[in-house]
């Protein structure tokens, strides 16, 4: 069995036996996969935090035959979100975007323009960027990229922001006050859509709204 380096971004994590993790990552090349990270909940596991959410790191990993879940050797960071996961409101947009990119990936399917946003929205955030700003971006995009962005009835503020989003990069967008209440019906209206399309709640959404 030969073994695959992705460069990937951690979805989600969650205990399996007595050390072990059960890691859900969305890979460049692979698309999201599901993998065992043996001894990885013990202090010399030897992942360090290259396994919080959102992390960004190369992962190693081999998939037996007729196996779901894929064997995780090793996890090397490229850049951690260790600062902004200490500053509350950032650790619950934190939690949205996971959540969201979560639900709304399906497994093994290659989407290399959901990578590159996740990439673009983590970079601004760690720059300094405005939580909503960059949550708003996040759900437009995700949405759009996602194939059902609905018409949406929104106020005119809140249009002509989501028009100004779908053509520029979130660095360059026009300067303005944000706050929760600048776009909250296009927030949403986005987070109805995605509901409505995988048939759940979005969990994180309360919290993040509750901010």
Not at 182 to 196: F, K, M, N, Q, Y
Request: charged share 25%.
């Amino acid at each position: 069995m030969a073994i695959r380096t992705s460069e990937s971004f951690v979805l989600r994590t969650y205990p399996y036996r007595e050390s072990d993790l059960i890691v859900s990552f969305f890979t460049r090349d692979r698309g999201k996969l599901r993998g065992i990270a043996r001894r990885a909940r013990r202090p010399k596991g030897g992942y360090g935090s290259s396994l919080e959410r959102l992390s960004q790191c190369h992962i190693a990993y081999y998939q037996k035959e007729s196996r779901e879940l894929v064997n995780i050797n090793s996890a090397d960071l490229i850049h951690s979100q260790f600062k902004l996961a200490s500053d509350w409101d950032a650790s619950v947009a934190l939690d949205y975007i996971a959540e969201v990119s979560e639900q709304l990936l399906p497994p093994d399917e290659v989407n290399e323009r959901h990578f590159r946003l996740l990439a673009t929205i983590l970079e601004f955030l760690r720059s300094g960027g405005n939580i909503w700003t960059a949550v708003t971006y996040f759900g437009l995009w995700s949405v759009r990229l996602a194939g059902f962005l609905p018409d949406m009835r929104i106020l005119p503020e809140s249009k002509q922001i989501a028009d100004e989003m779908l053509v520029t990069s979130i660095a360059q967008l026009s300067r303005r006050e944000w706050s929760k209440s600048v776009a909250s019906d296009l927030r949403r209206a986005l987070l109805r859509a995605i509901e409505d399309h995988v048939e759940r709640r979005i969990l994180s959404s309360q919290v993040l709204e509750d901010l």
